[in-house]
């Protein structure tokens, strides 16, 4: 179970990072703080607690699953901070979901397993170089 704890400081680019694997976001997480990172981990969406979060992370990464799209969390978040970017990943992307991503146009999708230069060109794209 992770603690969720609070942004990095405002000179590395935060990243929130939602999985509920947790050894996969560990490592993802790892892998992000070697690159210049800050992450936020979390399990699960509840675990966030207050916004707080919202208006210091400069980007959110989020794994959905078969049962939950991701989709009603991602537009909440939009509501709240609509330029922040906002990546859904999945082990199970039907064209259902395609579809309906494709539509809200401010959600990516990242398909699993996850290529972590896919993941890390997105957020360079997104955050215009800011990692170290």
Not at 119 to 126: E, G, I, K, S, V
Request: aromatic share 8%; glycine share 6%.
């Amino acid at each position: 179970m992770s603690n969720c704890p609070g942004p990095a400081p405002q000179s590395t680019p935060t990243i929130v990072l939602i999985d509920h694997d947790d050894d996969f976001r560990y490592a993802l997480a790892a892998n992000l703080r070697d690159d210049g990172f800050g992450v936020v981990e979390c399990a699960n969406p509840n675990e966030l607690g207050s916004t707080t979060w919202l208006e210091r992370a400069d980007a959110l990464v989020h794994n959905v699953t078969e049962s939950d799209d991701g989709l009603s969390f991602a537009a909440w978040v939009h509501a709240q901070q609509p330029t922040l970017p906002i990546a859904l990943m999945t082990a199970y992307p039907t064209a259902q979901l395609e579809a309906r991503i494709a539509a809200a146009e401010y959600v990516a999708l990242l398909r699993k397993p996850l290529s972590y230069t896919d993941l890390y060109d997105w957020l360079q794209q997104r955050l215009g170089g800011r990692s170290k």
